[in-house]
C-alpha cells in the first residue's frame, strides 16, 4: 500500500575504525560482521520494509559501491539506488534524495538512517519512527532519533534538549525542542552531560517532511539548494544521472548537522533507549557481542586459547587458531592483513591503515 513515507538509507562510508575488515573495496555496511548471514546494511533494510514498500525505500551509495548494493539487495529498484560521484558529506546527499523524492511524491515524510548502526529493540524503534513521522506530517519540524545515553561516551556527538514540557504548545511530552547540538566532549563533560538528564546521543537518524527540509536548505543552506533545484526537471527521467555526475562534485563538503541542523530553530528530539550501537570500533563490537567465560568474542570454531581474556578475535571461517597471552587486544585477519593491537588504543587503527597505505600501497586502503 502506498504511503507518503520514504526511507533513505546512507551506505556511502568506508567505516574505517574496523580496518582491516572493512576496506574501501568492502566497507562495514556490506560486511556479516554480527556473523548472523546478513551485512548490516540487509538487516536495516528488512528493518524499515515494516514502514512502506520497497518501492518507497532509496539507498544512497558513493558509485564505487554500486553493484555491492545491487547484489546484497537485488529487490531494490535500480532508480532507487542513488550514487554519489564524489564524497561530499551528508547535506548534499541528502539534498539529491530530498530532491528527487519531492518530486514523486510533494507530501513525501522521509527518515534518513545510516546502514550500519545495530538496533536491538526493533519494536521501540519503530514506535518511534512512526511517532516522528506523525508529527513532521502536520508540522514545519525536522526531527532526530536521540539515544540515550548509559555511559559517559567520549565518541559520540550529543544533543541536549528542553526539559520541561511543551505539550501545551501543541508539542506532544516525548517530542523535545532541541537547545544545542554538541561536538564529541571530553570525558569530564561526557560526565556532565549524563548526569544532566537532558542530552541525548546524536544518532544521525532524521525525520522530517520534504517540504520542511527543502525550506530549511533554501533558509541556511541557499548554495545547495539552488544546485539540486535546478536538476528538478531531470529527476526520475533517464537524464538524472548525467545530471548528478556534472553538478554534484561541486556542491560543498559539509555535513546536515553543521549546514542544517545547527542553525535551524524548528528541530526536534525524541530521546530513546533502542539498543543503539553505532558499530563505530572493533571494542563496540565486542561490548555488544556473545562471549565466552574470559570475556573473549570469537567468530571460529576451531580455535584453541589459553591465557587470553578480554579479546575480540574475527578470523576467516576457514582458518584455525591458536592464541596464548593476550589481554584486552584486537585480533583480526581479513585474508591479506592480520591486526593485533591492543583493543584501548584502538582509536589510533585509522591513522594505522592511512600508514600502511602512504608505505605499502593503495591495495591496503
Known amino acids: 500500500m502506498k504511503t507518503n513515507t520514504f526511507i533513505l538509507i546512507m551506505a556511502g562510508g568506508v567505516g574505517s575504525r574496523f580496518w582491516p575488515k572493512s576496506r574501501n573495496h568492502f566497507p562495514k555496511q556490506f560486511i556479516d560482521i554480527l556473523g548472523i548471514g546478513k551485512s548490516l546494511l540487509q538487516l536495516t533494510y528488512e528493518r524499515f520494509l515494516t514502514i512502506c514498500p520497497n518501492d518507497q ?19 531494490v529498484l535500480k532508480e532507487n539506488i542513488l550514487l554519489e560521484p564524489s564524497r561530499n558529506n551528508t547535506a548534499p546527499c541528502i539534498a539529491y534524495a ?14 534518513v538512517a545510516p546502514s550500519d548502526h545495530l538496533i536491538l529493540k526493533e519494536d521501540v524503534f519503530l514506535n518511534k519512527i512512526a511517532q516522528a513521522l506523525g508529527f513532521s506530517s502536520k ?5 532526530t532519533l536521540g539515544i540515550s545515553p548509559t555511559r559517559p561516551d567520549t565518541g559520540y556527538g550529543y544533543i541536549q534538549y ?13 517530542i523535545k525542542k532541541v537547545n544545542a547540538f554538541m561536538e564529541k566532549p571530553v570525558l569530564a563533560k561526557a560526565e556532565e552531560y549524563l548526569l544532566s538528564g537532558d542530552y541525548v546521543w546524536n544518532a544521525g537518524i532524521f525525520i522530517w517532511s520534504a517540504s520542511s527540509l527543502k525550506k530549511a536548505f533554501e533558509q541556511h543552506a541557499p548554495e545547495i539548494a539552488t544546485m539540486f533545484e535546478s536538476g528538478l526537471s531531470f529527476y526520475n527521467t533517464p537524464n538524472e544521472v548525467k545530471f548528478i555526475v556534472e553538478n554534484y562534485p561541486s556542491s560543498p563538503n559539509i555535513s546536515i548537522d553543521y549546514a542544517i541542523l545547527e542553525k535551524a530553530d524548528n528541530v526536534y528530539t525524541i530521546p530513546a533507549d533502542i539498543g543503539w550501537s553505532d558499530l563505530g570500533t572493533w571494542a563496540s563490537l565486542h561490548a555488544i557481542g556473545e562471549k565466552d567465560a574470559d570475556n ?25 587458531a591458536v592464541i596464548r597471552g593476550l589481554d584486552n587486544y584486537i585480533v583480526v585477519d581479513d585474508g591479506e592483513i592480520l591486526l ?6 584502538e582509536q589510533e587503527i585509522k591513522q594505522v591503515a ?3 597505505v602512504i608505505q605499502h600501497g593503495m591495495q591496503y586502503s
Open 340 to 345: 593485533i593491537y591492543p583493543k584501548s588504543d
Open 98 to 111: 530530498t530532491y528527487k523524492i519531492s518530486k514523486l511524491n510533494p507530501d513525501a515524510n522521509i527518515v
Open 354 to 356: 592511512k600508514d600502511m
Open 57 to 75: 525505500i532509496f539507498i544512497l551509495t558513493n558509485e564505487t559501491y554500486a553493484d555491492l548494493v545491487a547484489a546484497q539487495l537485488p529487490e
Open 139 to 143: 508540522n514545519d519540524a525536522l526531527l
Open 162 to 174: 528542553q526539559d520541561s514540557s511543551i505539550e501545551n504548545q501543541g508539542v506532544p511530552s516525548e
Open 296 to 320: 573473549n568474542m570469537v567468530n571460529l570454531e576451531k580455535i584453541h586459547l589459553k591465557d587470553t581474556s578480554n579479546c575480540i578475535i574475527h578470523l576467516p571461517n576457514d582458518k584455525a
